[in-house]
């Protein structure tokens, strides 16, 4: 069966320093692949998507940046923190647009 | 594998009126279910949920949902629409086991008009 697993849960980082957000899908070929923020009172936020290896696009330009260096891998990045980038992120997954998203468990980034 | 389909991507109703946002599921199994709400600038608010109790949940705000398995339908109902009810709602299944992943439908987006 096809799962999504995102990590770490939680994470403290101070600002200026780097990130790196994994995220991986298993039991299926080609997904599409999103990364979603959830900003404090806000809602979900598409921030990247990706249909294939090596193809990113950016919703929202901002400090961070996306990879997708193998078919069912997915990275979010940045290179220097800001204290805007606390939040909620959520990875997902669909193969058509049309029938939704299957989300990870997120995790919970606190610039301090 | 597990899906759930949203059939309407915008409803429209009157203030004052039956809501009624449908939702279909598959699923090999036995399936939790739940419907959650994100007003604009909100983060996502759980309204209710299906975990093989009584079939008809009641959630918050006066939405009430019907798991039907013959139909294998979870569509979310308030009998009169309020004009604070103006939110996207999205149908939910998890995959397997309390651990699971969530898996979202596309999102119905309520309009409620004076």
């Known amino acids: 069966s096809q799962t999504i697993h995102q990590w770490p849960a939680t994470l403290v980082q101070p600002v200026g320093s780097p990130l790196s957000l994994e995220c991986t899908v298993e039991?299926?070929?080609?997904?599409?692949l999103y990364w979603y923020r959830q900003a404090a009172g806000r809602g979900l936020q598409l921030l990247f998507y990706?249909?294939?290896?090596?193809?990113i696009s950016s919703e929202v330009p901002q400090n961070l940046s996306a990879s997708r260096p193998q078919d069912r891998q997915f990275i979010l990045s940045s290179k220097k923190l800001l204290l805007s980038d606390s939040g909620f992120y959520l990875c997902?997954?669909?193969?058509?647009?049309?029938?939704?998203?299957?989300f990870g468990s997120g995790t919970r980034l606190t610039v301090v | 594998a597990q899906s759930v389909t949203q059939l309407d991507s915008h409803v429209s109703v009157s203030e004052g009126t039956p809501v009624l946002l449908r939702c279909n599921y598959s699923?090999?199994?036995?399936?939790?279910l739940f419907w959650y709400v994100q007003h604009p600038n909100k983060g996502l608010q759980l309204l209710l949920k299906?975990?093989?109790?009584?079939?008809l949940v009641k959630g918050i705000n006066g939405f009430e949902a019907e798991f039907k398995k013959s139909e294998t339908s979870f569509h979310l109902t308030k009998p009169s629409a309020h004009m604070s009810d103006a939110a996207e709602y999205f149908c939910?299944?998890?995959?397997?086991?309390?651990?699971?992943?969530?898996?979202f439908g596309k999102g119905t987006k309520l309009s409620v008009k004076p």
């Open positions: 997902a997954w669909n193969l058509e647009r049309l029938y939704g998203y299957t």
């Open positions: 039991g299926t070929s080609n997904p599409n």
């Open positions: 990706s249909v294939g290896i090596g193809q």
């Open positions: 699923s090999s199994y036995s399936p939790s």
């Open positions: 299906y975990t093989s109790a009584a079939t």
């Open positions: 939910v299944v998890r995959a397997g086991g309390s651990q699971g992943n969530l898996i």
